[in-house]
């Protein structure tokens, strides 16, 4: 079984420069003004209030936002990820990665640091 992560925008966004990932054990987590909205197939659609940007996330991708919902590493992420899809979390972890690094790119994830 793959974990398949995706991060579509609707909408494009007036461009937001967030502070970059430092290291997979730095705590993320959802940057202000963003609305979550479940999508029918277990997805879900992301609105930046401030900017208009919207994006949508396949089921993978939004499992991976929600256990950022409360601040978490890329490195816990990872392994939740592998516990629940009974992978190896060096299996998972570049798909964890790629979706935080694109998350972080769109200004929807931050930092803990950064308010």
């Given amino acids: ?3 398949d ?17 430092e290291s997979s054990q730095e705590i993320l987590h ?5 609305e979550v909205a479940p999508l029918s ?4 659609m992301l609105v930046n209030l401030e900017t208009g940007g919207c994006w949508q996330l396949n089921r ?13 590493s890329v490195e ?4 939740k990820m ?17 979706v935080v690094q694109d998350l972080t790119a769109k200004g929807l994830l931050m930092p803990a640091t950064s308010t």
Wanted: charged fraction near 15%; aromatic fraction near 6%; glycine fraction near 12%.
């Fill in 1 to 3: 079984m793959s974990v």
């Fill in 41 to 44: 197939e277990g997805g879900l």
């Fill in 60 to 72: 993978g991708g939004g499992e991976v936002w929600e256990l950022f919902k409360d601040g978490s």
């Fill in 82 to 98: 592998a516990q629940r899809y009974g992978l190896s979390q060096t299996v998972v972890l570049p798909d964890v990665q790629a």
């Fill in 76 to 79: 816990l992420v990872a392994e």
């Fill in 5 to 21: 992560f995706l991060c579509t925008s609707r909408h494009t966004a007036r461009s937001v420069s967030p502070p970059p990932v």
């Fill in 30 to 34: 959802p940057s202000r003004n963003i």
